[in-house]
């Protein structure tokens, strides 16, 4: 890392959970479709999964409109709860997780996690990563002012930490544009399902496959976020 000087060098990174440390994305298009189906609604999967990675309160509004969301949104979202609850068991922890969290730790990196999930689910999720006790703080959906891609999720996170240049990893363009609003470099990886390109447009400045290939590479992407100048001091 020698083109990183001190005071440029990360020192606090925000991890995104779902489809960035725990393979999940895929499970919840399913359970959200078939949410969406048992109150006579029928929204396509491909369309289901671009919205996946914001807030459940904003998704109902976004891949139909606000007439569905007034009228039954907290419905889908309670049995989109349902339907992952009984699929739970489909959800497995994304290869080189764990390595992922060593790395950043060797790389003395402080690791806090913004999830826009719920409390209790993102508890339940990070239960499945193996080294999940190396997160300092961990920040849920329902703990933020607004959900993704507003920046309070990340913003808030921050602030539980004494963080000068942060940024954040994630697997979709909404974790993009949430970490764009908290003013800090986003690094995208592709283990959403969200394409390289789409995630260069949205601002990543380094994109890899998942996590292992982030451990394995990252103090090329320590120096990326450097070179961005971007990560300064968050918003208080």
């Known amino acids: 890392m020698s083109d990183q000087t001190p005071d440029r060098r990360p020192d606090t990174v925000v991890l995104d959970l779902d489809g960035t440390l725990v393979d999940s994305v895929y499970v919840h298009v399913c359970c959200w479709r078939a949410a969406f189906r048992d ?4 929204v396509a999967s491909w369309r289901l999964h671009r919205a996946i990675g914001m807030g459940g309160d904003r998704l109902v509004a976004a891949v139909t409109n606000d007439s569905v969301e007034s009228s039954v949104g ?6 989109h709860a349902h339907h992952l609850d ?3 068991g489909d959800v497995g ?9 060593t790395a950043l730790r060797d790389a003395r990196v402080e690791i806090v996690l913004a999830s826009s999930g719920e409390r209790q689910l993102t508890d339940r999720l990070l239960d499945l990563v193996p080294g999940a ?3 300092r703080s961990t920040l849920s959906g329902d703990e933020a002012e607004s959900s993704k891609p507003a920046p309070d999720l990340l913003s808030a996170s921050l602030e539980r930490v004494e963080a000068h240049r942060s940024f954040a990893v994630g697997d979709t363009v909404w974790d993009a544009e949430a970490a764009h609003a908290a003013g800090i470099a986003f690094v995208g990886v592709l283990t959403g399902g969200t394409t390289e390109a789409d995630l260069r447009e949205a601002g990543a400045v380094a994109v890899h496959d998942g996590p292992a290939s982030l451990a394995e590479h990252l103090d090329e992407v320590l120096a990326a976020v ?6 300064a001091d968050p918003p208080g």
Do not use: S
């Open 86 to 88: 009984a699929r739970f």
């Open 39 to 42: 109150v006579g609604v029928d």
């Open 133 to 135: 006790g190396l997160v």
């Open 226 to 231: 450097a070179r961005a100048g971007e990560g």
């Open 74 to 79: 907290d419905d889908i979202r309670a049995r």
């Open 93 to 101: 922890v994304l290869e080189g997780a764990e390595e992922l969290l």
